[in-house]
């Protein structure tokens, strides 16, 4: 399938090399650059895995095409096409990919062209884009060029790229700004927040109705653009992150038998299902992305750098990796009888090996479990929160690393100090659902704030299967008329049936008015982008009730991000990641690339 798709990509191809949907005379009109990024990205993927050089040769055609309309003298790139030059920069990405897979020196300096030319005055803006200055000054995003959140990532990401390829610090320090910005200023308790597309200072107004929320599109590449910088740097905020939207925002965009997605998701109110954006395809950009944002986990999962494995995600799986010395090294998370991580809060490692060897395991301990217990073979290592631990000892056949972490309940305050709190368990975040806690006809109830920051949260293994839920908490109120606990399930299975009735609800009033608990101000009405007509195809969102989906056979994919990811072209066999366990295999591509003048980041 993927080699048909890319043999047809490449023959689309202009006579002049041209990879892209225009006719000549309007080429780099509208989102055309765009359109080439990803043609670009789409043959030079496809020539990592199959070292078809014809791929190799369309990539290079088409960015020549791109060097002989945008190149020196020519077109400024700032003023090509949609948000003032956004889009068409971020082909800055793949240029500089074709350079690491070819050596060919002419795309260096198109890409170092193209970040030129972000200082360059241009049709739209007098003092050009500046996205690497404003970006290290500390600005914000959204008082960046264009506010157009996925767009401006993208050109980061191709940055990250240009500082693998040439070490120059300037294009990384830009990019954790950038990065630093966002965690600041838009990030909401479950991934990205924008507001239709566009950064919005969405921290701090993440409690109330917001139109067109955190789109999937985004979270995607919100998630890619922190992979670079966890390679690139090593720091585990950027893994927490990446398993924070992951558990969260990306998949509770995702319908429950991974059919479709959500184009936008709020933190309230119903679930939408993505309009179908275009109608030859039967698509949008958000169906598209979802999918690339899960993919991305197993390169994430586990990892290696100088010293040895790394263990970033604590899903049960097998993960074979290579050792400092050159060895295999088979890292395996079983399966728990009553849960698997996140619902459990236990671990074990075990290390399979052929012969002994002195290296490092280094585990990421969450920034929110801030009472880890880690032991090798029932020794206790010294471990602290939101860092990483090194493990370093001769490491043999059998040893085990037991983790526990730390689950209880945490009540999370409004970031706009307005009296409103969320729960979360571990990385989960958790949401009232009608499902089970229906709205009642009076009375009110405020969270029990006696332990706070902590709350004790029964499992409710019983309310979760009702609905098919991965997982439900009873959580302690007190008030007028008020039940003894409220049932919350996990924010990715809140309002799962993506249904006008079905509501949740995330930050919590206090006290929380039970008769109007899901009277949010956030309705389906304020996601979809376009209205009316087909939102999911051959149903209406607007006039139908979509049916009911049952929780089999998603069920698998939602307890573990691994569980029906394809067998890798370069894993060993018998490694299929839709296995049960799901198995992880590292994503070593051996691609021979230009090796650049100081070694960079992690595998």
Known sequence: MVTTAAKALIATAAPDGYLGTRTPQHRLEGWDVWGGKYALLGVLAYYDRTRDPEALTAARREADVLIDELGPGKTNIEDVGEWKGLPASSVLEPIVQLY??????????????????????????????????????????VQLCAPKSYEMMSCFEGLCELYRATGDRKYLDASIKLA????????????????????????????????????????????????????????????????????????????????????????????????????????????????????????????????????????????????PGGQPVTLQIPAQIRGDYPVADHVKIAVKLDKPEEFSITLRIP?????????????????????????????????????????????????????????????????????FTPALATGSASIDRRNSPYIELTPNPEAAARIGAWMAFDAPVTGTGAPATLTFTDYADAGSDFSKENSFRTWLPQPLDLKSAYDTGQTWQSCPMRQPGPILPGRSFASTTLPRISPSPSMALRRSPMASMPRRRDAPRGSSMASLPPRIVLPTDGIPRWTPPIPIGWK
């Open 100 to 141: 690491e897979r070819t050596g060919d020196q002419k795309y260096l300096e198109f890409a170092r062209h193209i970040v030129a030319s972000w200082k360059k005055p241009s049709n739209k803006l007098p003092n050009g884009m500046r996205l690497i200055d404003d970006a290290a000054a500390g600005r914000l995003p």
């Open 180 to 323: 630093d910005g966002v965690n600041r200023d838009e990030v909401t308790l479950v991934g990205c927040g924008t507001s239709g597309e566009l950064w919005f200072s969405g921290h701090k107004k993440q409690t109330g109705v917001v139109s067109k929320p955190m789109e999937t599109c985004v979270t995607a590449t919100w998630m890619k653009l922190e992979y670079q910088l966890l390679r690139l740097t090593g720091d585990s905020k950027y893994a927490d992150e990446l398993e924070k939207n992951l558990y969260n925002g990306l998949l509770g965009a995702m319908m429950k038998d991974g059919s479709w997605w959500a184009y936008f998701s709020g933190l309230m109110g119903v679930r939408v299902p993505s309009y179908v954006q275009h109608d030859d395809l039967n698509l949008s950009c958000c169906v598209v992305n979802g999918p690339r944002g899960l993919l991305l986990t197993p390169f994430w999962a586990y990892m290696t750098n100088a010293n040895g494995p790394v263990v970033n995600l604590y899903a049960s799986g097998t993960a074979r990796l290579t050792t």
């Open 367 to 435: 920034q929110w479990s801030l009472q880890t217990d880690v032991r090798v073979n029932g020794e206790k290592a010294d471990v602290h929160p939101g860092s990483y631990a090194a493990i370093h000892r001769l490491w043999k056949a059998g040893d085990e690393v037991s983790i526990t972490f730390d689950m209880r309940g945490r009540i999370l305050d409004a970031p706009d100090g307005n009296g409103q709190i969320a729960l979360a368990r571990g990385p989960i975040i958790l949401s009232l659902d009608n499902r």
